[in-house]
């Protein structure tokens, strides 16, 4: 791991960049103290996991979450899954973009009459 001042990297941002591919994440500090990490995802799963892990409306539903099952309790995972398919089950299924053309086609039509 290296430690690199803001100043360096915002100078030859470009050549950090090609360093973490090889050499792993870059400690970026302001003053002396660390201020953030320059790192390169593997992959789009990584990259999806840095962002959501930093993501304070995610943070604040697991942390609602958390507290729930803290005071009611959690479900069974079978239960859970129960739940998801009443629930997608009971949802009205959406009609197919080509039934909509037709429906919007036909009104037009009723209205040059």
């Known amino acids: 791991m290296k430690i690199a ?11 950090y960049v090609n360093q973490i591919q090889t050499e792993g994440p870059i400690v970026i500090t302001r003053n002396g103290k660390a201020a953030a990490v320059l790192v390169a995802p593997d992959d789009d799963d990584d990259l999806d996991w840095i962002l959501l892990s930093r993501s304070p409306r ?7 979450s958390r507290k729930s099952i803290v005071e009611k309790g ?3 995972h079978d239960e859970f899954w129960r739940q998801v398919r009443e629930r997608y089950d009971a949802k009205p299924k959406t009609r197919v973009v080509a ?9 037009r039509t009723r209205k040059k009459k």
């Open 5 to 15: 001042p803001i100043a360096d990297v915002k100078a030859r941002l470009s050549e």
């Open 58 to 64: 995610l943070q604040e539903i697991l942390d609602h």
């Open 74 to 76: 959690g479900i069974p």
């Open 99 to 107: 039934d909509k053309k037709a429906d919007y086609n036909t009104k």
